[in-house]
Structures are given as structure tokens and as C-alpha cells.
């Protein structure tokens, strides 16, 4: 007879110490009691990330622990120009004796900001993966058909050399600015807000970069390197790289956003996807460009741009610094509209290089500068007038 | 998916990058260390198209896992002694992890190598998802565990006590000072690399023994994705090396990163695993026994050895006293005592110490129950209120300890102890490492080397100065660790959720005033100072008052 060793186990044992076996103080005390919420009712995102980068204002007593050379730590308010209520009452000063209490929650006025989108781990995954695995459906599905086969040959060119640039643009933008935006905001959900803009950007980037991958492997006479030399010598795309370039040496955390997804996103990014790409590509035999651009087109409206807006508007209308921080967007504004509208119009050779012509150049500028309108009116701030000009 | 191989793929997307010619990308972060433009390959080979569902497949079964502990009334089964612990560990875990997404743009300029730049947004991404499927973890135990009370004051329970700090350094550390120390040595090659095996494997497989297999089911989620981080800083590291003028700092940087993480992380997953589980069974392994597996063997022996051979100066002298500090010094259990003396500072519950986790202990760590046996029967014996002052106020022959200047854990190895005077103030610090930290390598020069970007210690690093000579229910008030009926304390040093034991304002009203030790060592006079000092190493183990002679 042969004799088993009993394994060595942990034993299960009853506890009991599931929620509402006793009542007791705090027994039914299940809500985060440390923030207030935007709503009603405490959101689950708001759960996942309020109060998750602390702030010597409020509950940090000890304040922060590291700093740089310059002897400051953390997420310092004066990394951007905007100011928000509240926070130029001095930090509070911890000494022998002194308590850890800081100002009520939320001390200042950066910590009232929720994105409209409720971005966390869940919804980053569940919309990014819909995304990939969307396009990759359509791209297979064309590759199949022979789709690419009904292009025209000057689309063929037009795609590898023009939609392929726009590639670099999302690549830099995602990396340099939004990626490094992510290190500067005041609070959590800023920084978490920036850091789910920059995977929309690098996806998108890399969305364009395997599809132009395809194109090589599908299509004889497509260049693969193409959107390379396009990026770095043609005339046409030279001012986008240069604006796009200078978007992402800005100092200020939230010009650079501010810049970026209400200045150049309008005036160029959907001039160049909107109001050219998507609307060449049918007429050119090409249905399978746009799910790509429409995917990138879909992350700036729908979610990138609306928390830019929930960002920014309420700098405008803040109780202490409404006027200081109308200003400075207006500032902003004046600084870098002409420069992004410069750059539309160095775009406008691309209108004519299909040969299936989409709609006038002047007509796509026309409704991105009235889409340009419309946000920053919705901001109330001023339109400059040199978008006329 | 296409059809595409991830390594063509991969190379595809470095046609993404390009050399600014009309503006550089601005440059937020400085540091001290030398890399040259070198073709260094990325070695996460992850592109989004693939990563994307591959994290959502990972999310759903965390997310069903979740599901079935609830439906399977997981909680009718979990250890509260375990899951009490849960309510510091879970409050501190979520900054280390959002930090070290806010910490990869720290490298972008300093490292000069675009490839390596896609592996670091990913990871970017990838702790933004740590960050908050933690937090996630933590609602849910609030919403389903029988005491929700410091999981629901959980981030301002962290941001105002003092081991919330301790712990804030794996965060605070990963985000400020020379780039390249912060976000690549101290984040990840020794957090990373060495730490999260024992943060991220060893607890959850604890977790597990009592009762809890969410944790489990969240961190090795979270840890799959560490692996690929760990790639990210032997990549720069690899980088670092081959200029040889980085030697210097690489080495200053090993031993700062090495010595603060042993000495908080030891601390804390230290104490979760030995004082926080129910499973006394002899043959499971203890913290020290995990410690030698997964840091010294798999860490130590065969990560950071195999580098010394490229020139890296490893602290072997450190990676061995740290051994020597959790073997032979008790540090991990005097760390257990001093938060368990210290249970009005807490938020969180601390069951006492039962004759079979004695036995445990003996079994394990030979000569155990004759350092802490007495003292955990005498804190058995004062766990419910009965006329006496909670342990800290009781003579049970402890020696309320100064904290450490640099880790902040307090100078528990009291042999160790030392005492300077460092920018003015007189100083205590837990050790020769934690000194050197603060008064060498944390310095504009280090060595004669103008080290201008190096970061600084800063902030009100002694907790109790903050409350010097208040009486503890005021303490408690202010730091909000009361509960709903504005009395009873959101701490206890015992189970019992009877009204009738717990442990209430009241009672801490009869403690004398709290004085800081740092702040009654600057006031001392020379010769006090010096008869402190030489009295204090001669404390201990289990922090007893020194002999008399």
C-alpha cells in the first residue's frame, strides 16, 4: 500500500469579515472621504485618481520629500502662467508644534478639474483596443478584396509620401508634448488626462506607420520611405515640422496643450485629415485610408479636444484670476494663430497633387478656421482678427 | 491581428522619430551623467497595435477575477490581520506607480536615444494602468471588507502620516533631481529590477495563504508588465556604462538606490509578510528566506554581478550588510515592533502576536521570542483599553526611537545609530549608508565632481517635530483617524470590532504631550548630546533602554 505525504497548504478558514457582518463605527463608512466630487455622486473614475498626487496645500503635512537641485519638489503650480484660485496663499509653513492641517480640500482651484471622459486603466484599454483591432479588420479586409488595386496611381504616391508625414507629426507630439506634459500638470487627473492624449497620438503614429508597412508589402509601386524624405525636404510639410517642432520646445506645460489641441489641431490637423484626406480618398478608389484617419480624427474631437475644453474653460471663468488667465490664453492666442495659419497654407499644394480632386483648398480653410471660431468662442475668448487676414 | 512579425513591425516604427531642425524639444530636466548618440535597440519590442488588446485580455481577467471573489464571498474568508496591513499598502502603492509614469519624461532629453524613447512611453502607459487598477483594488476592498475604516481615508491617511512618507520616497525619488539617477538608477534598475519581486510576487503569494487571492490576481497583472520596464533601464544603464566618466556617478547611485530601497521596502513588505499572515505553517518561506531568493540570488547574483565586468561598481559591502541587517540585526521584526508601539499614528489595525506565530517566529529566526516575545505579550496584554495608556506611554521597557533623517524609518539597530550635524541641525540617521545619502551623495559636489543636478532632501522629514508636545487625540484629530461617531479611533492595536474594546479620543486624553526627538536633540546643550548618543547605541535589540554600567 502506498502512502500519500500530505502536501503542505495554507488552510482555508472562516472569517466572517465580509461587509455588514457587525456594525460598528465606520461599519458602513464606504465612500473615499477625502475629495469632494464634481457630481452628485463620486464617480469611479474620479475613485481611481483624486487624490492619488498629493499636494502640501492640503494633506501632505510633511510636504515633499525630494526635490531638485533648486530645492523644490513635486508638481510646482508655477510650471505654467495660469493661475487657479487659491494658490497664491503661501504653502502652508509645518514647524515644531505647528500640526500637519493644511487649507480645506481642495486648497486651489487646479484640483477642481475632472476629464469629462472619465479616462482610466479600463477605458484606455477598452477604447484603444476596439481602435487597433477595428483598423486592423479593415486593413485585412481591403488587403483581401484587392482594394488597393482600385487606387489611383497618384493617390498611391500621395498616401505614401502626405498621409505618411502626418505620421511624425502624432510621433512627436505624443512623445515630446503630451508624454512630457504628463511630468507637469498640477494634479493627478491633469497629468493622467495628458498622459491618455499622448497614447492617442503615438498610436495613431504608429497606426500610420504599419499601415504605410502594409501599403509596401501590397503595392508594388509604394514607397515605404517616402513620408520620410516628405518629412524631412519637401516645402509642403517643412512649416507643419517646423510649428510642430516649436509646439514641442514650449516651457509652459499648458500653452504647449493649449496650443496644440486649440490652435493647431483646427487650423491644421483637420484641415490636413478632415478636410483633405478624407475627402480625396473616396474619389481616388480608396476607402480603407480614411477608417485610419477617421480613428484619429474620432480620439481629438470626441475625447482629446473635450477635455482640452473642460481643461481650459474653467481658467477663464475662475473666481480669483478669470481676467489674469484670459490674458495670457488670449496671449496665447495672438502668438500662435498666425503661425498655424501660415502653416495651412503651406499645406495647400497637397490639393491639387490627386487626381481626383477633393474639395477647394480655400473652402477646407474656410470651415477650419470657422471650426477654430466655434472653440474658442465656446472658451469665451477673443478670435484674433488676423484670422481673417 | 496582422500578419506582420513584431520584430518588422518594430522596425517600422523607428522610421517614426527624426532629428529636430528648426526647434529642440524643450528641456525640462537636467543631469550629470554623459551619453553619446548610440544606436541602442529598444528592447520591449512593443508596438501599440499588439499591446493594446494584450492589456485588455490581462484587464478582463483581473476584472472577472474580481467578479468572482465577489460572488464567491471571498471576504467570509480573508484574514483581517491581513488585510489591515493592506490599508498602508495600498494607500502608498499607487504614487510609486503614477510617478514612475510621470518619471519617463525625465529621460526623453537625457537619454539621446529615440528607440529607447517607445519603450519608455509604453511603460508610461503601462503605470498609469498600475495606478489606478490599484486604486481599483482598493475601493473594492473598501466596499466588500468588514472594516472599511482606512480604506476610506486612505490618500489622506498617506499624504499626513509618517509612514505614508517613508513610503512616498518610492515615488518622490523616481521624479526629481538628475534625471538619470532618479527616473533609470533608482527607479528602474534597483526598484524595479530588484524590489517589485518582492512587492509584486512574494505579498500577493502571502495574500493568497490568507484568504485574499485579488491581490494576487491584480499584482502579478501588474508585474507581467514590470519585466518589460526592467528591459528599459538595462538598456540605459548599458548606455550609462560605456562612457567611462558615468562610472563614478553609477557607483554613487548604486549605493544611495540600494541602501534607501532596502531600508524602506525591507521595512515595509518586511513587516506586511511576517506580522501580517496567519500561515504559521514551518515549511512556507519566511521574508528573509524570499529576500535571499529573489534579491540576493536572482537580483544580486545574477543581474548586477554579470555587469561588474563593464565597469559598474557594485556595493557589495551594502548588498551584504542589508542581509546582515534582516538576518542577524532583526530588522525587519523591530520595524514590526515600532509600528505596532506606534499604533495611534496609524490607520490601520495591528492584530497581536499569538503563541503559535511565537513559535513561528522562533522556528524561523532562531533567539526570536528572547528579543520580542516579552514585548508582544505586553502588547497582547494592552490591546483592549482597561484603564491603561496605549503601549507607547507604558513602561514595557521600549525606548521611543529618533527617526532617520534620510529613510525616515527610525534608527531601530540602535548600535548603528549615527549623530551629525548636517546643514546646521543636528541629525540622526539610521545608519553609515543613510548619513553618507544625506551628507555626501544628495551634495552639489560629490568627490570633487561638480554635480550640479543632483536633487535634494527636503521637507519636514521628522514626523513628530510637527507635533511636538501635543497630546496624542489631538494628534489623531488633526490627521482625521477618527471614525463616523467622531470618537473611536480609526487604529486599533487589536481585532476586536466590539465598540466596547475599541480604542477612543478619550483615552488617548490621558497620554502626556508627545515631545519630537529631533527636536529635544537641537535643544540639548553639547554634553547632553554626546551622553544621548552614547546611551542610544548601546539600546536594544527590541529597543530596550541600554544596560546599566
Given at each position: 500500500?502506498?502512502?500519500?505525504?500530505?502536501?503542505s497548504?495554507?488552510?482555508?478558514?472562516?472569517?466572517?469579515?465580509?461587509?455588514?457582518?457587525?456594525?460598528?463605527?465606520?461599519?458602513?463608512?464606504?465612500?473615499?472621504?477625502?475629495?469632494?466630487?464634481?457630481?452628485?455622486?463620486?464617480?469611479?473614475?474620479?475613485?481611481?485618481?483624486?487624490?492619488?498626487?498629493?499636494?502640501?496645500?492640503?494633506?501632505?503635512?510633511?510636504?515633499?520629500?525630494?526635490?531638485?537641485?533648486d530645492?523644490?519638489?513635486?508638481y510646482?503650480?508655477?510650471?505654467?502662467?495660469?493661475?487657479?484660485?487659491?494658490?497664491?496663499?503661501?504653502?502652508?509653513?509645518?514647524?515644531?508644534g505647528?500640526?500637519?492641517?493644511?487649507?480645506?480640500?481642495?486648497?486651489?482651484?487646479?484640483?477642481?478639474?475632472?476629464?469629462?471622459?472619465?479616462?482610466?486603466?479600463?477605458?484606455?484599454?477598452?477604447?484603444?483596443?476596439?481602435?487597433?483591432?477595428?483598423?486592423?479588420q479593415?486593413?485585412?479586409?481591403?488587403?483581401?478584396?484587392?482594394?488597393?488595386?482600385?487606387?489611383?496611381?497618384?493617390?498611391?504616391?500621395?498616401?505614401?509620401?502626405?498621409?505618411?508625414?502626418?505620421m511624425?507629426?502624432d510621433?512627436?507630439?505624443?512623445?515630446?508634448?503630451?508624454?512630457?506634459?504628463?511630468?507637469?500638470?498640477?494634479?493627478n487627473?491633469?497629468?493622467?488626462?495628458?498622459?491618455?492624449?499622448s497614447?492617442?497620438?503615438?498610436?495613431?503614429?504608429?497606426d500610420?506607420?504599419l499601415?504605410?508597412?502594409?501599403?509596401?508589402?501590397?503595392?508594388?509601386?509604394?514607397?515605404?520611405?517616402?513620408?520620410?524624405?516628405?518629412?524631412?525636404?519637401?516645402?509642403?510639410?517643412?512649416?507643419?515640422?517646423?510649428?510642430?517642432?516649436?509646439?514641442?520646445s514650449?516651457?509652459?506645460w499648458?500653452e504647449?496643450?493649449?496650443?496644440?489641441?486649440?490652435?493647431?489641431?483646427?487650423?491644421?490637423?483637420?484641415?490636413?485629415?478632415?478636410?483633405?484626406?478624407?475627402?480625396?480618398?473616396?474619389?481616388?478608389?480608396?476607402?480603407?485610408?480614411?477608417?485610419l484617419?477617421?480613428?484619429?480624427?474620432?480620439?481629438?474631437?470626441?475625447?482629446d479636444?473635450?477635455?482640452?475644453?473642460a481643461?481650459?474653460?474653467?481658467?477663464?471663468?475662475?473666481?480669483?484670476?478669470?481676467?489674469?488667465?484670459?490674458?495670457?490664453?488670449?496671449?496665447?492666442?495672438?502668438?500662435?494663430?498666425?503661425?498655424?495659419?501660415?502653416?495651412?497654407?503651406?499645406?495647400?499644394?497637397?490639393?491639387?497633387?490627386?487626381?481626383?480632386?477633393?474639395?477647394?483648398?480655400?473652402?477646407g480653410?474656410?470651415?477650419?478656421?470657422?471650426?477654430?471660431?466655434a472653440i474658442?468662442?465656446?472658451?469665451?475668448?477673443?478670435?484674433?482678427?488676423?484670422?481673417?487676414? | 491581428?496582422?500578419?506582420?512579425?513584431?520584430?518588422?513591425?518594430?522596425?517600422?516604427?523607428?522610421?517614426?522619430?527624426?532629428?529636430?531642425?528648426?526647434?529642440?524639444?524643450?528641456?525640462?530636466?537636467g543631469?550629470?551623467?554623459?551619453?553619446?548618440k548610440?544606436?541602442?535597440?529598444?528592447?520591449?519590442?512593443?508596438?501599440?497595435?499588439?499591446?493594446?488588446?494584450?492589456?485588455?485580455?490581462?484587464?478582463?481577467?483581473?476584472?472577472?477575477?474580481?467578479d468572482?471573489?465577489?460572488?464567491?464571498?471571498?471576504?467570509?474568508?480573508?484574514?483581517?490581520?491581513?488585510?489591515?496591513?493592506?490599508?498602508?499598502?495600498?494607500?502608498?502603492?499607487?504614487?510609486?506607480?503614477?510617478?514612475?509614469?510621470?518619471?519617463?519624461?525625465?529621460?526623453?532629453?537625457?537619454?539621446?536615444?529615440?528607440?529607447?524613447?517607445?519603450?519608455q512611453?509604453?511603460?508610461?502607459?503601462?503605470e498609469?494602468?498600475?495606478?489606478?487598477?490599484?486604486?481599483?483594488?482598493?475601493?473594492?476592498?473598501?466596499?466588500?471588507?468588514?472594516?472599511?475604516?482606512g480604506?476610506?481615508?486612505?490618500?489622506?491617511?498617506?499624504?499626513?502620516?509618517?509612514?505614508?512618507?517613508i513610503?512616498?520616497?518610492?515615488?518622490?525619488?523616481?521624479?526629481?533631481?538628475?534625471?538619470?539617477?532618479?527616473?533609470?538608477?533608482?527607479?528602474?534598475?534597483?526598484?524595479?529590477?530588484?524590489?517589485?519581486?518582492?512587492l509584486?510576487?512574494?505579498?500577493?503569494?502571502?495574500?493568497?495563504?490568507?484568504?485574499?487571492?485579488?491581490?494576487?490576481?491584480?499584482?502579478?497583472?501588474?508585474?507581467?508588465?514590470?519585466?518589460?520596464?526592467?528591459?528599459?533601464?538595462?538598456?540605459?544603464?548599458?548606455?550609462?556604462?560605456?562612457?567611462?566618466?558615468?562610472?563614478?556617478?553609477?557607483?554613487?547611485?548604486?549605493?544611495?538606490?540600494?541602501?534607501?530601497?532596502?531600508?524602506?521596502?525591507?521595512?515595509?513588505?518586511?513587516?506586511?509578510?511576517?506580522?501580517?499572515?496567519?500561515?504559521?505553517?514551518?515549511?512556507?518561506?519566511?521574508?528573509?528566506?524570499?529576500?535571499?531568493?529573489?534579491i540576493?540570488?536572482?537580483?544580486?547574483?545574477s543581474?548586477?554581478?554579470?555587469?561588474?565586468?563593464?565597469?559598474?561598481?557594485?556595493?557589495?559591502?551594502?548588498?551584504?550588510?542589508?542581509?546582515?541587517?534582516?538576518w542577524?540585526?532583526?530588522?525587519?521584526?523591530?520595524?514590526?515592533?515600532?509600528?505596532?508601539?506606534?499604533?495611534?499614528?496609524?490607520?490601520?489595525?495591528?492584530?497581536?502576536?499569538?503563541?503559535?506565530?511565537?513559535?513561528?517566529?522562533?522556528?524561523?529566526?532562531?533567539?526570536?521570542?528572547?528579543?520580542?516575545?516579552?514585548?508582544?505579550?505586553?502588547?497582547?496584554?494592552?490591546?483592549?483599553?482597561?484603564?491603561?495608556?496605549?503601549?507607547?506611554?507604558?513602561?514595557?521597557?521600549?525606548?521611543?526611537?529618533?527617526?532617520?533623517?534620510?529613510?525616515?524609518?527610525?534608527c531601530?539597530?540602535?548600535?548603528?545609530?549615527?549623530?551629525?550635524?548636517?546643514?546646521?541641525?543636528?541629525?540622526?540617521?539610521?545608519?553609515?549608508?543613510?548619513?553618507?545619502?544625506?551628507?555626501?551623495?544628495?551634495?552639489?559636489?560629490?568627490?570633487?565632481?561638480?554635480?550640479?543636478?543632483?536633487?535634494?532632501?527636503?521637507?519636514?522629514?521628522?514626523?513628530?517635530?510637527?507635533?511636538?508636545?501635543?497630546?496624542?487625540?489631538d494628534?489623531?484629530?488633526?490627521?482625521?483617524?477618527?471614525?463616523?461617531?467622531?470618537?473611536?479611533?480609526?487604529?486599533?492595536?487589536?481585532?476586536?470590532?466590539?465598540?466596547?474594546?475599541?480604542?477612543?479620543?478619550?483615552?488617548?486624553?490621558?497620554?502626556?504631550?508627545?515631545?519630537?526627538?529631533?527636536?529635544?536633540?537641537?535643544?540639548?546643550?553639547?554634553?547632553?548630546?554626546?551622553a544621548?548618543?552614547?546611551?542610544?547605541?548601546?539600546?536594544?535589540?527590541a529597543?530596550?533602554?541600554?544596560?546599566?554600567?
Amino acid at each position: 500500500m502506498t502512502t500519500t505525504q500530505e502536501r503542505s497548504v495554507p488552510k482555508p478558514a472562516f472569517t466572517d469579515a465580509e461587509a455588514g457582518a457587525r456594525t460598528f463605527p465606520d461599519s458602513e463608512a464606504r465612500r473615499f472621504n477625502y475629495f469632494s466630487s464634481a457630481k452628485r455622486k463620486q464617480s469611479h473614475y474620479e475613485d481611481v485618481t483624486v487624490e492619488v498626487q498629493p499636494d502640501p496645500r492640503h494633506y501632505l503635512s510633511q510636504g515633499w520629500i525630494y526635490g531638485f537641485a533648486d530645492g523644490r519638489g513635486g508638481y510646482p503650480l508655477d510650471w505654467t502662467a495660469l493661475k487657479a484660485w487659491g494658490q497664491d496663499r503661501p504653502e502652508p509653513v509645518r514647524s515644531p508644534g505647528s500640526g500637519g492641517a493644511g487649507y480645506e480640500w481642495p486648497a486651489h482651484g487646479w484640483h477642481e478639474f475632472r476629464d469629462p471622459n472619465e479616462e482610466w486603466e479600463q477605458t484606455i484599454y477598452r477604447n484603444s483596443s476596439n481602435v487597433v483591432r477595428q483598423l486592423n479588420q479593415n486593413i485585412d479586409a481591403a488587403r483581401q478584396s484587392k482594394a488597393f488595386e482600385q487606387w489611383n496611381p497618384n493617390w498611391v504616391d500621395f498616401v505614401a509620401r502626405h498621409v505618411g508625414a502626418w505620421m511624425h507629426v502624432d510621433h512627436g507630439l505624443g512623445l515630446y508634448l503630451f508624454a512630457n506634459a504628463n511630468r507637469r500638470g498640477p494634479t493627478n487627473m491633469h497629468n493622467t488626462a495628458l498622459a491618455v492624449n499622448s497614447t492617442h497620438r503615438i498610436r495613431s503614429a504608429q497606426d500610420l506607420a504599419l499601415y504605410n508597412l502594409t501599403l509596401s508589402e501590397e503595392i508594388d509601386a509604394f514607397d515605404g520611405g517616402a513620408h520620410v524624405q516628405a518629412w524631412s525636404s519637401d516645402p509642403a510639410w517643412q512649416g507643419v515640422r517646423e510649428v510642430a517642432e516649436q509646439l514641442t520646445s514650449t516651457w509652459d506645460w499648458a500653452e504647449a496643450v493649449f496650443a496644440t489641441n486649440l490652435v493647431f489641431e483646427p487650423l491644421v490637423g483637420e484641415l490636413f485629415r478632415s478636410n483633405l484626406v478624407q475627402q480625396a480618398a473616396p474619389a481616388n478608389g480608396d476607402f480603407i485610408t480614411p477608417t485610419l484617419i477617421g480613428a484619429e480624427e474620432y480620439d481629438y474631437a470626441e475625447r482629446d479636444l473635450r477635455c482640452t475644453k473642460a481643461m481650459f474653460a474653467p481658467m477663464v471663468s475662475d473666481r480669483e484670476f478669470a481676467e489674469h488667465n484670459t490674458g495670457i490664453l488670449q496671449s496665447w492666442l495672438q502668438s500662435w494663430l498666425p503661425r498655424c495659419l501660415e502653416v495651412a497654407r503651406t499645406l495647400q499644394p497637397l490639393w491639387s497633387q490627386p487626381d481626383a480632386k477633393p474639395p477647394r483648398f480655400e473652402d477646407g480653410l474656410d470651415r477650419a478656421k470657422s471650426r477654430f471660431t466655434a472653440i474658442v468662442s465656446e472658451l469665451s475668448l477673443r478670435v484674433p482678427k488676423e484670422l481673417n487676414q | 491581428m496582422s500578419r506582420q512579425s513584431v520584430a518588422k513591425a518594430h522596425q517600422k516604427i523607428q522610421e517614426l522619430s527624426w532629428e529636430p531642425a528648426y526647434h529642440e524639444p524643450v528641456s525640462h530636466y537636467g543631469t550629470d551623467y554623459t551619453f553619446r548618440k548610440a544606436k541602442k535597440k529598444d528592447p520591449l519590442k512593443q508596438v501599440l497595435r499588439s499591446y493594446f488588446p494584450m492589456e485588455e485580455e490581462k484587464d478582463n481577467r483581473v476584472y472577472g477575477a474580481q467578479d468572482g471573489a465577489i460572488r464567491g464571498n471571498m471576504f467570509r474568508q480573508v484574514q483581517q490581520r491581513w488585510m489591515e496591513w493592506q490599508k498602508l499598502f495600498l494607500s502608498i502603492i499607487p504614487l510609486p506607480e503614477i510617478s514612475a509614469a510621470r518619471a519617463m519624461p525625465l529621460l526623453f532629453r537625457t537619454v539621446p536615444n529615440p528607440e529607447l524613447h517607445n519603450g519608455q512611453a509604453i511603460q508610461m502607459i503601462d503605470e498609469v494602468r498600475h495606478s489606478t487598477i490599484q486604486q481599483n483594488l482598493k475601493r473594492l476592498y473598501m466596499n466588500n471588507y468588514i472594516d472599511p475604516a482606512g480604506f476610506n481615508s486612505s490618500l489622506r491617511g498617506f499624504q499626513n502620516d509618517y509612514a505614508g512618507t517613508i513610503g512616498r520616497q518610492f515615488a518622490e525619488g523616481f521624479i526629481t533631481g538628475d534625471a538619470i539617477t532618479a527616473a533609470s538608477i533608482y527607479l528602474t534598475i534597483v526598484a524595479e529590477t530588484a524590489f517589485t519581486n518582492t512587492l509584486f510576487v512574494a505579498m500577493p503569494g502571502e495574500a493568497a495563504a490568507n484568504g485574499d487571492y485579488l491581490l494576487p490576481t491584480v499584482f502579478h497583472s501588474v508585474q507581467s508588465d514590470e519585466s518589460r520596464h526592467i528591459s528599459n533601464g538595462y538598456a540605459t544603464l548599458l548606455m550609462a556604462l560605456s562612457d567611462e566618466s558615468n562610472h563614478q556617478l553609477l557607483a554613487r547611485d548604486l549605493r544611495y538606490a540600494w541602501w534607501n530601497n532596502h531600508c524602506v521596502v525591507d521595512a515595509a513588505i518586511g513587516t506586511f509578510i511576517e506580522y501580517g499572515t496567519k500561515d504559521r505553517r514551518k515549511d512556507r518561506e519566511s521574508y528573509a528566506e524570499m529576500w535571499r531568493r529573489w534579491i540576493y540570488d536572482d537580483y544580486y547574483r545574477s543581474y548586477l554581478v554579470p555587469l561588474e565586468k563593464y565597469g559598474l561598481e557594485i556595493p557589495h559591502d551594502l548588498i551584504e550588510e542589508s542581509w546582515n541587517r534582516i538576518w542577524n540585526k532583526g530588522y525587519v521584526h523591530e520595524v514590526a515592533q515600532f509600528f505596532a508601539t506606534g499604533w495611534i499614528a496609524n490607520y490601520w489595525r495591528i492584530d497581536p502576536m499569538t503563541d503559535e506565530d511565537f513559535e513561528w517566529f522562533e522556528h524561523k529566526y532562531p533567539g526570536w521570542y528572547d528579543k520580542y516575545g516579552a514585548w508582544w505579550e505586553n502588547y497582547n496584554r494592552l490591546s483592549v483599553p482597561n484603564g491603561h495608556k496605549p503601549i507607547a506611554f507604558e513602561d514595557v521597557d521600549y525606548v521611543y526611537p529618533h527617526r532617520c533623517w534620510t529613510c525616515m524609518v527610525p534608527c531601530l539597530i540602535r548600535e548603528d545609530m549615527v549623530m551629525d550635524e548636517v546643514d546646521g541641525q543636528w541629525r540622526t540617521y539610521c545608519s553609515e549608508p543613510c548619513h553618507w545619502t544625506d551628507k555626501v551623495a544628495f551634495r552639489p559636489t560629490y568627490q570633487g565632481r561638480q554635480t550640479p543636478n543632483m536633487g535634494k532632501l527636503i521637507g519636514s522629514r521628522e514626523w513628530e517635530t510637527l507635533y511636538h508636545n501635543w497630546n496624542f487625540a489631538d494628534i489623531v484629530k488633526d490627521m482625521g483617524f477618527v471614525r463616523d461617531d467622531g470618537n473611536t479611533l480609526t487604529a486599533q492595536p487589536h481585532l476586536d470590532l466590539d465598540p466596547k474594546k475599541m480604542w477612543t479620543l478619550e483615552h488617548l486624553r490621558r497620554c502626556p504631550p508627545f515631545p519630537s526627538p529631533n527636536v529635544t536633540l537641537n535643544e540639548m546643550t553639547e554634553a547632553e548630546r554626546e551622553a544621548f548618543r552614547a546611551d542610544y547605541v548601546r539600546q536594544g535589540p527590541a529597543g530596550r533602554p541600554a544596560p546599566a554600567s
